[in-house]
């Protein structure tokens, strides 16, 4: 059988670190002269924020000393200059590199969306839908912040510490070894941290997903969660997954909180070792004021790009986390994709469908298939109508499924106009259907959008012309704005008997060769249906149709009539043939025409 839901969320694969920064960065290669751009003006500030200290130096050491008031204007106006210079490269930069996460995040929308568009619906039928929102949404964002405050941003704290590192070693390098005599520490103060921020960066991004997911179930049922008075127990249920989706973020804030103190610390223990050895020196006669005060002015820049470092790691912690789930999402094969030479049907479609020896299942039971169909075979011609009865779970939808190609069959061959669906294009196969399902689902677009599914290929006469053939249009055009009004999510200002006429013209826009009825006539009332019926019998001459009904009375006047039990194709033929057999058919008819039945 498919795996549960979870699974797919709580076994998360660790990949590596390099790994998954490389497939980032392949996003951002598109953009890499403005990358380079962005990085040139970081080199440019982090060259400008060294030279100040040794500014501060040559003022205390050469013109106080000396009186020279024309050098100390000129260090003052240097060190105002370069602050201001310094200012105006990091504002560009920062709208450089803010666009550039935009973008690369703007890419990657796209081909994410692009990728759940394309699989199939066996991965719907495991994946929340709360989940994929958050892969989408949450899990891109914290890209973006990767991207547009992170990833750029890190050379200019990289840059800054070779220049101050360069500056210092230049002016004395004995003080500059004092300085970085506390850099192995902070080096294990980041490796204690490392694994540890990291998992808590993965079980944030697993609990949001868990809580959007229930969110989207109880939003969407709530009707059923008010009808049976379950709102304590889903209150619980709400508040035990904010819970741990709080403990996760306290955890995660726990260590964020010490790893600042912790480099904090290791500064003030710097600046403690340039005054202690740096005083001694002056005493002696070795060192002068002004280099102990451009060392203090050093020590203080040189660890706040190692703070911002820290706090960039643990961006790219939660960057980490949301990477391997929004990878992990784009690894997913597709196993129903185009072939690689397909076959092309002829323009005009016959409509002739086969079913040779299929036999299907949805996932295994144990080692054993659990099978929907077994040997099924029949033969539609084209421009019959033919009608699949049975109880419900004996494959009748499962029939529709496998002919649309959601699922590929185990066993056996499907055909369309003696062609393999297999080695048909998917648009191709599906562009040939018309499905009209018994659960309407309708965009809260417009009506005309949801006639024509927003492609302008559909000219405006034939949506009005389906809508009035289907008996839709007077309904429609009652609407305050007619078939410019928006319908609400799922259609919700519409009846149920309303939607299911706009989800039947919807099928007939696009002038199929094929229609498919699936229980399409189950939720409607008897007017309605008898709007639809005399529609319908005039729009399936010259189709192939196949409806799927649990109400005989809906087939009676079909070409031939499938029996489908417990997966079998167990009787075929007229309604009247499959009366006077008295099989399964009779006793369907008996127990639905029967008095109080």
Not at 359 to 379: C, I, M, N, T
């Amino acid at each position: 059988m498919n795996p549960p839901p979870q699974a797919s969320d709580e076994a998360l694969q660790k990949g590596y670190d390099g790994e998954l920064m490389r497939r980032l960065l392949a996003y951002v290669w598109p953009y890499k002269l403005q990358v380079l751009l962005a990085v040139g003006l970081l080199v440019a500030a982090s060259a400008l924020a060294a030279v100040g200290p040794w500014l501060t130096q040559l003022a205390i050491d050469d013109a106080i000393p000396n009186g020279d008031r024309e050098l100390l204007g000129l260090l003052t106006m240097g060190y105002l200059g370069a602050a201001i210079a310094g200012f105006l490269f990091q504002y560009v930069q920062g709208l450089l590199t803010t666009w550039l996460g935009q973008s690369v995040m703007f890419d990657m929308r796209r081909e994410v969306f692009r990728k759940l568009q394309n699989l199939d619906l066996k991965f719907y039928d495991r994946t929340p839908v709360g989940r994929l929102m958050t892969r989408i949404t949450s899990d891109v964002e914290t890209l973006n912040e990767l991207l547009s405050s992170g990833l750029v941003t890190v050379f200019g704290d990289v840059f800054t510490l070779f220049f101050i590192f360069g500056f210092m070693l230049v002016m004395d390098w004995r003080l500059s070894l004092v300085t970085f005599a506390v850099l192995p520490f902070v080096a294990w103060a980041v490796f204690v941290f490392r694994s540890r921020i990291r998992d808590a960066y993965r079980d944030i991004r697993k609990r949001v997903s868990a809580l959007n997911s229930f969110l989207h179930e109880r939003f969407t049922g709530m009707r059923i969660v008010q009808l049976f008075n379950r709102e304590p127990a889903e209150k619980a249920r709400h508040e035990e997954l904010d819970e741990s989706y709080l403990k996760a973020h306290l955890r995660s804030i726990t260590y964020y909180a010490l790893f600042f103190p912790v480099i904090e610390i290791f500064t003030a223990v710097a600046l403690a070792l340039v005054i202690w050895s740096g005083g001694a020196r002056v005493l002696e006669g070795t060192l002068t004021v002004g280099v102990i005060a451009a060392f203090l002015q050093y020590a203080r820049r040189f660890f706040r790009p190692i703070q911002d470092l820290s706090e960039k790691y643990n961006l790219l912690q939660g960057a980490m986390a949301s990477s391997e789930r929004i990878f992990g999402l784009l690894d997913e094969e597709a196993e129903i994709v185009d072939p690689e030479n397909p076959v092309e049907l002829p323009a005009e479609t016959r409509g002739e469908i086969e079913f040779r020896n299929v036999s299907f299942a949805y996932g295994k039971r144990g080692e054993e298939w659990d099978w929907v169909l077994q040997d099924v075979s029949f033969h539609v011609r084209p421009g019959e109508k033919v009608a699949i009865v049975g109880h419900t779970g004996a494959g009748k939808t499962t029939i529709i499924n496998l002919l649309m190609r959601f699922y590929d069959v185990q066993e056996g061959q499907i055909l369309l106009d003696g062609v393999c669906i297999r080695d048909l294009r998917l648009h191709d196969l599906r562009a040939r259907v018309g499905l009209v399902l018994q659960d309407v689902f309708l965009f809260s677009e417009s009506v005309e959008y949801n006639l024509r599914l927003g492609s302008s290929e559909v000219p405006a006469e034939a949506v009005r012309s389906a809508a009035e053939r289907i008996g839709a249009a007077p309904f429609i055009e009652r609407l305050d704005e007619g078939y410019d009004q928006a319908l609400g999510e799922r259609g919700v200002s519409l009846s149920v008997g309303e939607r299911q006429l706009v989800s039947f013209a919807r099928a007939l826009v696009f002038d199929p060769p094929i229609l498919i009825l699936d229980e399409a006539t189950s939720s409607v009332d008897s007017e309605i249906e008898e709007k639809i019926e005399r529609a319908t019998d005039e729009l399936m001459k010259g189709r192939t149709s196949i409806v799927i009904a649990h109400r005989l009375s809906t087939v009676v006047g079909a070409d031939r009539i499938l029996v489908m039990h417990r997966g079998r194709l167990r009787e075929q033929g007229t309604h009247a043939e499959l009366l006077d057999a008295g099989g399964l058919y009779a006793r369907l008819h008996e127990l639905q025409f029967a008095p109080g039945g």
